[in-house]
């Protein structure tokens, strides 16, 4: 491929022809390569890429400019060649064939599922740089989970290509454009965002976006996800590119890559008729480089081809292991130093780190015993305050959801993450919480209006104390309750990483912090010492579920725990429980700070 790209010298190019390389046109040859696929020797699926368009320049003529313009037309790998210049060199894809396809073909949803330190993130800058300058007022969202880790990438990936790339220097950055840690302007209207997102999306709120990178997405908690997307809704684009580091089999980034293309990296080695391909794992580990993991000879990545192993393209994911890129495998010192990890790491920071492999199942808070341990088979769930002795203070509890399995489409015909309202009453009868009304809105239940008709029916027939609610979803839901009951009656509730007590009150924000991994925590303590207690099994399970689908995990970054569920496995009971009790603990009292 690189004999049929023709560079574009940057100096031939003054500054009105360089605006014109924006022109949408230009967008939209960088689709040259789109990708088809037929069934390959090994009845897997290889994606091909056609033969690159080169490089051209055109003229034409600009009814708006009134003069003759020229248009550079060119895939997108070809621009980041020529346009991006780092430490005084061209961006170089020699040995990283790999990357071309992906940056080529113009997938709406790319997952890169990948180890450390093989360019994830200089895939995000060159990415979002290039989409900024080739399209004018292009808008795009970078979200990694911290701020600091948002500025990392701001100042170490961002920055270095706008300062050091000749003609993205000299055309497209001036003094009127922002040139913001957070925000980063070009001269033809584009702009990148950088924010960051991990126990709430409330950065990311406002924001209209072209493109939406999560970065880290392994770290991003999952119901966070949808919220994010929603940058995305008014875009003619609406391009997702998602990467991250694998961690457990339970993380939502396997959730993702189970929906996707699982591309994989295939190398051959032809010393088997016909030619074996060789999955990069620790089998091709050899101990001067990468081998076949059938005959031991030694294999050359840089032959390899992407293979997709599954028949999914909703998703088009991408497998990028340390084997494959080639200052690790040409380099013997950074070989003996993978060796050496292999050796000393656990094999799961082996596997996620190095290989870009999940590996075992995350740890779970709770087991099905000790759920069943605090079901009464004598309490039924209650469906009318007549079922119940009369006496008791009740609170309320709404998970706020979106209504979606999973499984269903979005507008734009894109898989949308599974979401339910959960509303669920309780009481306290002294120290021990009893959730005893729970409705999950499902199906033909989901519209808006239905469910907050049903929440307000039956918060007045229970008498409902205080009602506590997710301050994040919501369609404007929470000010109709204010409204219906009064302000004093409903607590908005927001999760935050940063808190010092478990609870504590934002008079400008007029909403309750929340510290999610205390609050989560002490529910599964509280089930284990049967301080909560529920209805019975047979109609407590499909709720159960909700409890039993989340996982936790360490975040080394944050240096915490990080409570999650697959986006498949929804957690809504749970977070309706803890909203119904925290709105018992403040009406009572109890544990704010
Ligand atoms: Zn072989």
């Not at 940056?103 to 895939?123: A, H, M, W």
């Not at 293309?261 to 999955?279: G, R």
């Not at 039924?380 to 609170?395: E, V």
Request: net charge neutral; glycine share 6%.
């Amino acid at each position: 491929m690189e004999d049929e790209e023709k560079p574009v010298a940057s100096g031939e190019i003054d500054p009105l022809e360089a605006e014109d390389l924006a022109g949408e046109e230009t967008a939209n040859t960088t689709d040259v390569a789109q990708y088809n696929q037929q069934i390959s020797s090994m009845n897997q699926l290889e994606l091909q890429t056609p033969a690159y368009q080169a490089a051209s320049v055109q003229t034409s003529f600009n009814e708006k400019l009134g003069k003759e313009v020229k248009k550079i037309k060119a895939p997108r790998s070809t621009l980041i060649h020529n346009l991006i210049h780092l430490n005084g060199d061209k961006f170089d894809f020699t040995g990283r064939g790999y990357l071309r396809p992906i940056y080529d073909c113009n997938y709406p949803v790319i997952l890169l599922k990948t180890g450390r330190q093989v360019e994830k993130s200089q895939f995000n800058a060159n990415m979002i740089v290039i989409n900024s300058i080739c399209v004018p007022y292009y808008k795009t969202l970078y979200v990694s989970p911290s701020h600091m880790q948002t500025r990392q990438f701001s100042a170490d990936k961002v920055k270095p290509i706008r300062d050091q790339s000749p003609l993205i220097k000299n055309f497209f950055i001036n003094n009127s454009v922002s040139d913001q840690v957070f925000e980063k302007g070009y001269a033809n209207g584009s702009m990148n965002y950088l924010r960051s997102a991990y126990l709430n999306a409330d950065r990311c709120r406002g924001i209209s976006s072209d493109t939406l990178c999560i970065d880290e997405i392994q770290d991003v908690i999952t119901a966070n996800i949808p919220v994010i997307e929603e940058v995305l809704s008014h875009s003619k684009y609406g391009y997702k590119n998602y990467t991250g580091t694998p961690k457990t089999q339970d993380n939502t980034i396997e959730y993702f890559w189970d929906k996707s293309s699982q591309c994989e990296w295939l190398v051959p080695c032809n010393a088997h008729t016909p030619t074996h391909w060789n999955f990069l794992d620790e089998k091709s580990i050899g101990v001067h480089g990468p081998i076949c993991n059938q005959c031991g000879r030694a294999i050359n990545p840089a032959d390899g081809k992407w293979h997709a192993l599954s028949t999914k393209r909703d998703i088009m994911g991408f497998r990028i292991s340390q084997l494959m890129v080639p200052w690790k495998y040409t380099s013997p010192v950074k070989w003996k130093e993978l060796l050496w990890k292999m050796e000393n790491w656990t094999r799961a920071q082996f596997y996620n780190e190095c290989l870009g492999l999940a590996y075992d199942s995350a740890t779970k808070p709770i087991t099905k015993t000790e759920i069943m341990a605090c079901c009464h088979s004598t309490q039924p769930l209650i469906t009318h305050p007549s079922q119940m002795k009369a006496g008791q203070t009740l609170f309320a509890g709404i998970d706020w959801g979106e209504g979606t399995d999973g499984s269903e489409r979005g507008m734009s015909g894109k898989l949308r993450v599974a979401s339910y309202t959960v509303f669920t009453i309780g009481f306290y009868i002294g120290q021990v919480f009893w959730p005893i009304y729970i409705r999950k809105f499902e199906g033909k239940e989901t519209n808006p209006e239905y469910v907050l008709q049903q929440i307000v029916r039956a918060c007045r027939q229970f008498r409902v104390q205080l009602i506590g609610a997710d301050w994040g979803h919501g369609w404007g839901m929470n000010e109709r309750l204010e409204k219906i009951f009064g302000k004093n009656k409903v607590v908005k509730f927001i999760h935050v990483s940063s808190l010092k007590g478990r609870r504590h009150f934002d008079p400008i924000g007029l909403k309750m912090q929340l510290s999610r991994n205390q609050l989560i925590s002490e529910i599964f303590t509280d089930i284990r010492t049967k301080k909560i207690q529920f209805p019975r099994w047979q109609e407590f399970e499909k709720y159960a579920n909700d409890l039993l689908g989340v996982y936790q995990e360490y975040n080394e970054y944050m240096r915490s725990i990080k409570y999650d569920h697959r986006p498949d496995h929804p957690d809504d009971f749970l977070h309706s429980l803890i909203y119904a009790r925290e709105a018992a603990n403040i009406y009572y009292g109890i544990g704010g700070s």
